[in-house]
């Protein structure tokens, strides 16, 4: 399984960006897909959940902001993010739940400052 994750950067509060994650090693179109991401000295969170069966959750503190969606083609999965603030500043990493086994990518840094 691996899981590469890219898009990170700075951006200044009210910006976008957009993260991609590319997926191998396993069946992607039934797999379920996240991005957790995690500030200095905080634990990882869930950030966003697409399922396989492209059910989505959110958390609270992106709703409406962030989109995540996938691509089974491509094997990607990616996660929209607009009106950035700089509490989303963190590692974003990517994740897949598998046999009850999660693996993680090599996260991306996002910055969001002034």
């Known amino acids: 399984v691996q899981l590469q994750a890219f898009g990170g950067g700075f951006a200044q509060p009210g910006g976008s960006l957009r993260l991609s994650c590319a997926a191998s090693?396993?069946?992607?179109?039934?797999?379920?897909m996240g991005w957790y991401r995690q500030a200095p000295g905080n634990q990882r969170i869930l950030v966003a959940l697409?399922?396989?069966?492209?059910?989505?959750n959110y958390a609270d503190s992106v709703k409406g902001r962030f989109t995540i969606s996938r691509d089974n083609i491509r094997r990607r999965v990616y996660l929209q993010m607009n009106n950035l603030k700089p509490e989303d500043t963190a590692i974003y990493y990517c994740?897949?739940?598998?046999?009850?086994?999660?693996?993680w990518g090599q996260g991306t840094l996002v910055t969001v400052s002034s």
């Open positions: 994740n897949v739940l598998i046999n009850s086994r999660s693996y």
């Open positions: 090693g396993f069946i992607f179109r039934i797999a379920d």
């Open positions: 697409i399922t396989g069966g492209g059910r989505i």
